[in-house]
C-alpha cells in the first residue's frame, strides 16, 4: 500500500505565514521560515507555500523567501502563486522548490501546462484547484484566490489538466476551508477513483478522525492542513503515530 503523506501549508502574504476561514477573515499565523524548518524537523512528509495575493496583485512569487525556507527544510517543496511563465518556474525550481503549483494562470491558458510539463516535467506540475459546491449539488472551479466563480465543473476541469500533463491536483474546498469540520470527501474521492494522478485534499482538517476519513472514504493520497499545525492544536508526529496505529500507511 502507498504511503499517504500528510502536508503542512504555509499560505503566505506580506511575507508572513496567514490562515483564514472559507478564503476569508485573513490572520497573521506565524514566521514561514521558522515554521517551515519547524514541520520538516517534525516529520511532515513535504511542505506546500502559496504566495495567495501574487496573482490578484499581478505579481511574481516571493523568490527570496522559497529560497530561505529551502534552505531549512530537506522535504519535497511545493510553491504556487503568480506563475505564469516558464521563465517564473525556471526562477522558483533554481530558489529551491521542486514542484510548483498553478491555479488562475493554467485555467485561463491551458497550454501553460503543457509548457511546463514538456520542459520540467509533469512531476513538477501540481494543479491547484479552488473548489466550490453550489446550491444545485456541483463543485465549480473559483480562480484569483477564491474570488472569481467560473462556469467549470471541477471534475471536467481536472481531467482536461491531467490529460495536459499535469502530475498531482491540489484539491482546496472553499467550503472546508478552515473550518476544521472535515474534508469534502466527496469531491476527493471522485477525482481520487477517476484520475491518474495524486489527489492532495485541502480544507476542513481538524480532528485525527477528518484525516482517516478523507485517506479512507475520500481516497486521497495526501492531505493539507494549515491552522491545526500553526496554531499547535495538532503535531504531525502525534497525527501520523495515530493514523499508523488505526492502518493508514505512513512515514514515521
Known amino acids: ?88 518556474v525556471s526562477v522558483l525550481l533554481q530558489n529551491g522548490a521542486d514542484k510548483i503549483s498553478i491555479n488562475t494562470a493554467a485555467f485561463e491558458n491551458p497550454f ?9 516535467g509533469s512531476q513538477c506540475v501540481v494543479l491547484a484547484i479552488d473548489a466550490k459546491k453550489e446550491e444545485d449539488d456541483e463543485w465549480y472551479v473559483y480562480l484569483h484566490g477564491g474570488r472569481t466563480k467560473t462556469n467549470r465543473l471541477v471534475k471536467d476541469w481536472a481531467n482536461q489538466a491531467v490529460s495536459l500533463g499535469v502530475g498531482e491536483i491540489l484539491l482546496t474546498s472553499m467550503n472546508h476551508d478552515g473550518t476544521k469540520q472535515g474534508f469534502a470527501l466527496d469531491i476527493t474521492s471522485q477525482l481520487a477513483m477517476a484520475l491518474p494522478v495524486p489527489i492532495i485534499a485541502s480544507g476542513g482538517g481538524g480532528t485525527e ?4 476519513d478523507v485517506f479512507t472514504e475520500g481516497k486521497a493520497d495526501a492531505a493539507l492542513a494549515a491552522s491545526i499545525f500553526h496554531y499547535k492544536e495538532m503535531s504531525i508526529p502525534h497525527l501520523k503515530n495515530g493514523l499508523s496505529q488505526k492502518g493508514i500507511t505512513m512515514r514515521l
Open 1 to 88: 500500500m502507498l504511503t499517504k503523506r500528510i502536508i503542512p501549508c504555509l499560505d503566505i502574504k506580506d511575507g508572513r505565514t496567514v490562515k483564514g476561514v472559507n478564503f476569508e477573515d485573513i490572520k497573521d499565523a506565524g514566521d514561514p521560515v521558522t515554521l517551515a524548518a519547524l514541520y520538516a524537523a517534525q516529520g511532515a512528509d513535504e511542505l506546500v507555500f502559496l504566495d495567495i495575493t501574487a496573482t490578484v496583485e499581478k505579481r511574481k512569487t516571493l523568490s527570496e523567501l522559497v529560497n530561505k525556507i529551502a534552505h531549512r527544510i530537506n522535504i519535497p517543496f511545493t510553491v504556487g502563486g503568480g506563475i505564469r511563465s516558464i521563465d517564473d
Open 112 to 120: 501553460l501546462i503543457e509548457l511546463i510539463a514538456k520542459n520540467f
Open 209 to 212: 478522525q477528518h484525516f482517516y
